[in-house]
């Protein structure tokens, strides 16, 4: 095959669309069973949009919620609002997720779903890898792409430096329904040693996800406890919490969540998505960077298929680009990050933003790309 892509989410499946539309072979080995609820905050900017439709995958399709502003509290509920300048839209990972694979599917992409990549190793001498399957399946790919997500037991085979690393931040995701919410709004409220976004998505749910230390949990014993007596404490997310219908039983939740750098290109296989670099969720557009990193990973996969690069010269050119693209993203979610957390700082960084609405829109343009 020409392109074997390790992860089905949202920066695998696009690749896989993009790659596939330029004529070649594509495989995806995607661990689960589609459809299924992944923790992440379901919005996506509106820059995305021309290119989705160049793959023929509008996600108007979807009736994903149309969000046009924006609202950020601190802790005690002081309350920031303003318009969002190019928009977005909100959609569940579980619909997306399943759409784009079937698009794929249709379109010719082998998708192995419920398998799962043990190990790839680089051939010299016949330019390509070989790639193992825990059921011991062995496939041979001119390319392999990496959008294996925020952490994978694949992250410590390859001994990436920030697995090495225990982060203290965790993810809990819930879906809910509260009628008469604004349905238009993403809003980021603070509380001690955390943030929660909420916005709508599709059949009239809520996404309601936020991040917090794996101490804070600790101290409280369990979610329940922890929302109620940590989140509850901002006005805002109390009534959210104490109003709201929750959809399912159990929330989603992820540990270990690090927003170190990371490397995009590692034993000769390209990376892209959250494998690649993880946007901290208070800039709220990791969606958007993980199709826009597909859009690159395709566009000098192509070039080296069609024989234009070496391999060297497409690992060059792909880190440069990437870093070009996202790497002041990056570090300035790094930087906002350590205003929010601490109630005194989140109060006052939170009260003075307030007067100042252009720098509030300076941020954000400088965590959100052009439309591509």
Same mark, same amino acid.
């Given at each position: ?58 996600? @108007? ?12 509290s ?49 051939e ?7 790639v ?25 085979q ?37 943030? @929660? ?40 997310l ?15 939740v ?21 494998? @690649? ?40 050119h ?14 300035? *979610? ?6 929010? *957390? ?31």
């Amino acid at each position: 095959m020409d392109v074997l892509i390790i992860g089905g989410g949202l920066g695998g499946l696009v690749a896989a669309l993009d790659l596939r539309m330029r004529g070649y072979a594509v495989t995806v080995v995607e661990r689960q069973q589609y459809p299924f609820h992944r923790v992440c905050g379901e919005y996506i900017s509106n820059e995305v949009l021309p290119y989705l439709r160049r793959l023929e995958a509008d996600p @108007a399709v979807l009736q994903p919620a149309q969000l046009t502003r924006f609202a950020l509290s601190s802790p005690a509920g002081r309350l920031l609002s303003l318009p969002l300048d190019l928009g977005g839209f909100g959609v569940s990972r579980y619909t997306l997720d399943l759409h784009l694979c079937r698009l794929a599917e249709a379109r010719g992409v082998t998708v192995l779903q419920q398998a799962t990549v043990t190990a790839v190793a680089f051939e010299a001498a016949t330019d390509s890898h070989t790639v193992m399957l825990a059921d011991g399946r062995q496939l041979t790919a001119r390319t392999v792409l990496g959008a294996f997500g925020k952490r994978s037991a694949f992250d410590r085979q390859l001994q990436r430096p920030f697995f090495q690393q225990r982060s203290p931040y965790i993810g809990v995701k819930h879906h809910l329904r509260l009628p008469g919410y604004p349905t238009d709004l993403i809003a980021l409220h603070n509380f001690a040693d955390g943030y @929660a976004g909420i916005s709508a998505v599709e059949d009239d749910r809520l996404c309601f996800c936020y991040l917090t230390t794996r101490q804070n949990l600790k101290s409280q014993g369990t979610i329940a406890q922890l929302e109620a007596n940590v989140l509850g404490c901002n006005p805002h997310l109390r009534r959210i919490l104490t109003e709201a219908e929750y959809l399912y039983a159990q929330p989603e939740v992820i540990n270990e969540i690090s927003f170190a750098p990371k490397s995009c290109v590692e034993e000769h296989m390209l990376l892209c998505g959250d494998a @690649a670099g993880l946007i901290t969720p208070l800039c709220g557009n990791g969606m958007a960077m993980a199709l826009h990193g597909a859009q690159l990973a395709a566009t000098h996969l192509h070039d080296f298929l069609q024989g234009r690069t070496t391999r060297a010269t497409l690992e060059t050119h792909y880190r440069h680009d990437w870093q070009r693209h996202f790497g002041q993203r990056l570090r300035v *979610g790094r930087l906002v990050q350590g205003l929010f *957390g601490q109630p005194v700082l989140s109060e006052a960084v939170v009260g003075g933003l307030r007067y100042l609405p252009a720098a509030v829109r300076a941020l954000m343009r400088r965590t959100h790309g052009q439309p591509f």
